[in-house]
T-cell receptor, first 112, second 110 residues
Framework: EPEVTQTPSHQVTQMGQEVILRCVPISNHLYFYWYRQILGQKVEFLVSFYNNEISEKSEIFDDQFSVERPDGSNFTLKIRSTKLEDSAMYFC??????????FGSGTRLTVV | GQSLEQPSEVTAVEGAIVQINCTYQTSGFYGLSWYQQHDGGAPTFLSYNALDGLEETGRFSSFLSRSDSYGYLLLQELQMKDSASYFCAVYGGATNKLIFGTGTLLAVQP
């Protein structure tokens, strides 16, 4: 079964530092996404990426955030100058279309 | 914008049948999906309904009524491993982004 791979599984960072979360989507998928989930809350959309560019972003995805597809396989989320409220589980996902996302196992980000 | 409502918690016993309802409001509708999430884990795709009616996959079925902006997930022959959170989600537009509901925590008791 193809998987979406995320690294690291856990990341602790100091407030104000930059973090990069990494993802390897499923190779024949065309759409890539980042979501976050604050503990005990729902899964929130951050950004979608298609054809090497951002196709949509939420109001959460402000100038502090950026995404890149630096090569044919990796998909990264960068958070500049992290804040305490950025602590959450970050999920990468990919899909071929609307037939269902495959999510990675997530990166638990803790900002201290 | 989009909003989805689900019950926050449901409890059932092993072997029983449980139905988790979802009502939604959306400016454009492209389909309703259901995802399962075990504690600390990734959401896992269960089903997708684009048209009215019932879709069955093993012990799980999902129903959609577009005229009522309503759907449900039906879980039969409940097992302890079905204890998890269940999220309904709607597609938010041409970009295929999913908007998730607040989730229903299902507790299966022996």
């Amino acid at each position: 079964e193809p998987e979406v791979t995320q690294t690291p599984s856990h990341q602790v960072t100091q407030m104000g530092q930059e973090v990069i979360l990494r993802c390897v989507p499923i190779s024949n998928h065309l759409y890539f996404y980042w979501y976050r989930q604050i503990l005990g809350q729902k899964v929130e959309f951050l950004v979608s990426f298609y054809n090497n560019e951002i196709s949509e972003k939420s109001e959460i995805f402000d100038d502090q955030f950026s995404v890149e597809r630096p090569d044919g396989s990796n998909f990264t989320l960068k958070i500049r100058s992290t804040k305490l409220e950025d602590s959450a589980m970050y999920f990468c996902a990919s899909s071929r279309g609307r037939d269902g996302y495959t999510f990675g196992s997530g990166t638990r980000l803790t900002v201290v | 914008g989009q909003s989805l409502e689900q019950p926050s918690e449901v409890t059932a016993v092993e072997g029983a049948i449980v139905q988790i309802n979802c009502t939604y409001q959306t400016s454009g509708f492209y389909g309703l999906s259901w995802y399962q999430q075990h504690d600390g884990g990734a959401p896992t795709f269960l089903s997708y309904n684009a048209l009215d009616g019932l879709e069955e996959t093993g012990r799980f079925s999902s129903f959609l009524s577009r005229s009522d902006s309503y759907g449900y997930l039906l879980l039969q022959e409940l097992q302890m491993k079905d204890s998890a959170s269940y999220f309904c989600a709607v597609y938010g537009g041409a970009t295929n982004k999913l908007i998730f509901g607040t989730g229903t925590l299902l507790a299966v008791q022996p």
